[in-house]
């Protein structure tokens, strides 16, 4: 009776073993998340105040939403961890952005889209759960299958008097998108640690004042993308300068 007991004993503690062992080897992970502000030069971006550009023309902003997609993390030893199917609409009202989970370790730095791959951008936004960015939102942010999501949409009023000395009554609007006004926004050497103590946050600045360089709101007012293409190439292009770490 002795011995089977001992030899019970001995496979059970094997078993209990081989469990933590297992349990173990599974890497470790913490949150990481975005805390993205969206400014108007050193003013935290509204849908009440009154801004001026950087030519001190006065504007407000009605409505400000940019997708941000194709996450990818930068390991220290260069190998790229991907946050494969997350995609965030940004705006001015919201701040935090969840990535979810990803391995604790150090990360020489980070890069993503500002909008949306080929693929995503010509998806169907009823084949998404009301819940996800991808969805149908209201307002729209999307033109149809054929031409795909709006990357950006920046509109409101603005002053349009010669001098710049009246008051924003006057529409701009700004809607970017189409497959190749895409841009990478590249942090590869922004370097971060994940840790098992706590998530980590990330603070990105994103300025629209910046998105707005060499833009002449008085005559370069609007673009639907298609009808005013060299307008919104020189936005696409602002995005990346428009970025910065916290």
Not at 23 to 49: C, I, M, Q, R, W
Not at 130 to 144: D, R
Not at 177 to 193: A, H, V
Not at 196 to 224: C, M, P, Q, S, Y
């Amino acid at each position: 009776m002795k011995k089977r007991i001992l030899i019970t004993l001995a496979v059970s503690t094997l078993f209990f073993t081989a469990c933590k062992k297992d349990k173990d080897s599974k890497p470790a992970e913490s949150e990481l998340s975005f805390h993205l502000h969206t400014l108007v030069g050193n003013t935290a971006a509204n849908y009440t105040d009154i801004f001026t550009d950087n030519t001190e023309r006065k504007f407000n902003i009605a409505d400000c939403r940019y997708y941000i997609s194709n996450i990818v993390l930068i390991k220290d030893d260069g190998t790229e961890f991907p946050l494969t199917d997350k995609a965030l609409l940004a705006s001015p009202s919201q701040k935090e952005y969840s990535l979810g989970n990803v391995p604790v370790g150090k990360y020489k730095g980070f890069r993503f889209l500002m909008g949306l791959d080929s693929v995503t951008n010509h998806d169907d936004p009823a084949g998404y759960a009301a819940s996800n960015p991808l969805s149908y939102q209201n307002p729209t942010i999307h033109w149809g299958w054929n031409n795909g999501y709006i990357f950006m949409e920046f509109v409101g009023k603005f002053d349009s008097t010669v001098a710049a000395t009246g008051n924003p009554v006057a529409d701009y609007f700004y809607h970017i998108g189409f497959d190749d006004l895409k841009r990478t926004i590249d942090f590869s050497n922004s370097p971060f640690e994940i840790t098992t103590d706590a998530g980590l946050e990330i603070g990105i600045l994103f300025d629209l004042k910046k998105v707005l360089n060499n833009v002449d709101l008085r005559t370069e007012f609007g673009t639907h993308t298609m009808d005013n293409m060299p307008l919104a190439v020189k936005i696409a292009n602002n995005w990346q300068g428009a970025y910065s770490i916290e």
